[in-house]
């Protein structure tokens, strides 16, 4: 099983910077692309950033040139970086990450708690 804990959501003032993190347990967790994505409410869920097993990035295009994500394979997290702030990207962020348990199984979509980011003066 693949257990996704979100962490370093809070209340930043446009312009400013947070650091998100997502750790994860359970094996394989380095062999799959992970994902960050956000949802303000009444609105869709969205994808903001992803990560490949290999560190090859994309971004969606609302955050390029001021989120960043990478990940730490040898301590099972995923970290986003996100600077230069603004009112719109006040959403809850959560960490995604999918796996096949079986040859014969479907892909298993894992998705963390979520933590809230406010961007307001």
């Known amino acids: 099983q693949v257990q996704l804990v979100e962490s370093g959501g809070g209340l930043v003032q446009p312009g400013g910077s947070l650091r998100l993190s997502c750790a994860a347990s359970g094996s394989g967790f380095s062999r799959n692309d992970a994902d960050w994505y956000r949802q303000a409410p009444g609105k869709q869920r969205e994808m903001v950033a992803s990560v490949t097993s290999g560190g090859s990035t994309n971004y969606a295009d609302f955050v390029k040139g001021r989120f960043t994500v990478s990940r730490d394979n040898a301590r099972n997290t995923v970290t986003l970086q996100m600077n230069s702030l603004k009112p719109a990207d006040t959403a809850v962020y959560y960490c995604?990450?999918?796996?096949?348990?079986?040859?014969?199984?479907?892909?298993?979509?894992?998705w963390g708690q979520g933590t809230q980011v406010t961007v307001s003066s």
């Open positions: 995604h990450t999918s796996r096949k348990p079986c040859i014969e199984c479907g892909s298993i979509d894992y």
